[in-house]
């Protein structure tokens, strides 16, 4: 079923619930009302009384038929005396309203009962024992009052007829209306989805719809709008990853090839040009290898996969300092750590890459005898070094993908280290700066991220 049917579907079984209550509310009220009218004459009817000469006694009231214990009528008027009526005429108490249909005709029945000694007034000569009407009935009796109600019913069936065209005349203005409404209301959706087809078709992501108002449909357009926004902004990062990638890859593939070249005429080679050459293949390949790393945790995007979990900071930034120290020992670089314990939220495995990273290139640009200072306290680890520093027109630049410095494009390196560095930070909400550090003149560091909220007392 399509969506404009469910609409119309929906339109039509509300109106329909609406007139089937208001038509049952209609008949149940009318068809009350009139019965109520008719039973109040009844109840009038039978609470009646006729006085006595002596004033003292009271008489049940005037009545159509008296009904005997014994199944007698007084007067006999022909109404049906059936089990019911003989039932309160033998001793049941209480009384009760009823329909009856007598002769193809509706009557409405009171039924009265009598205890026995009750006086009752009859039609003078009914009852030869009562000469003047006002007679004393010993045994149990019930009283019927009786009123014809063919006229009521009649009208009650012409109102059911009447609501019945009513009801169907209203559902077929209801599927007129749900027809119309729901044509007025999809057709903005439809002009959105025709939009958003044309885009799917021509894979043009620049397009964007026009939001319009501020009701639920300008909200869809804006919000896709904005999907619109990511996944061109995440094509434009994809053409340019594999763009840089490939320009990265294309020198030490080359260099790869030419070494590879020259492997072919070993035997002319002397053992130490040898050497080198092989030696220059295995770092070109670690380069690769490196390469590869770095482009398969930024092919992650902003968001990895696995739980995020409260962290030990400094227990992460010990774990990287002892890793960092294996090379820093090669260029006697000293590596001073101060770390507090503090809980950040975080995925582990991204964390340590971030100060790793941070940490590497801290070795790769101190000289050698140099030092490094990392230090971390709420949230916050700073990475600072000796080195030449990052100047201030290059500092905007250090975190965006393969960019490096005129001054480092000789090192190795793929120039993608700092940003992931930036990513991973991003990913934790966090944040990442660079700047010079006074103290020992190159470039320092500053990653935060938000804490966990767990005092230093709890450690």
Known sequence: MTFRSRVIAATVAAAALAVVLACFASFFTTRNALLHAVDESLAQASHQ????????????????????????????????????????????????????????????????????????????????????????IKSTSAQLFVVNVTGQINELRNLVRTLLFVAAGVLLLALALGLILARAALHPLEKVTNEIETITETNDMRHRIEEGGVDELGRLRRVFNRLLNSVENSQTLQRQLVLDASHELRTPLTSLRTNAQVLSRANELDPSDLRQLTDDMVTQVDELASLVTDLGELARGERSEGAIEALRLDECVDECVDTARTYARIKDITIDVNVTPSMVEGRHDRLIRAISNLLTNAVKFTPTGGQIHIASSNGTVIVSDSGPGISEEDQPFVFNRFWRSASSRALPGSGLGLSIVAQVVAEFNGSVTVDRDPMLGGARFVMTLPTSGVDDEDF
């Open 49 to 136: 009384t006729v006085s006595t000469n002596s004033g003292d006694d009271h008489f049940t009231g005037s009545y159509t038929e008296l009904v005997l214990a014994s199944g007698q009528t007084f007067p006999s008027s022909g109404v049906p005396i059936d089990s019911v009526i003989t039932s309160y005429a033998k001793g049941k108490t209480g009384q009760l309203f009823r329909t009856v249909m007598i002769r193809n005709e509706y009557y409405r029945e009171l039924i009265v009962a009598l205890p026995a000694g009750s006086l009752v007034l009859l039609p003078a000569g009914s009852l030869s024992a009562c000469p003047t009407g006002i007679c004393q």
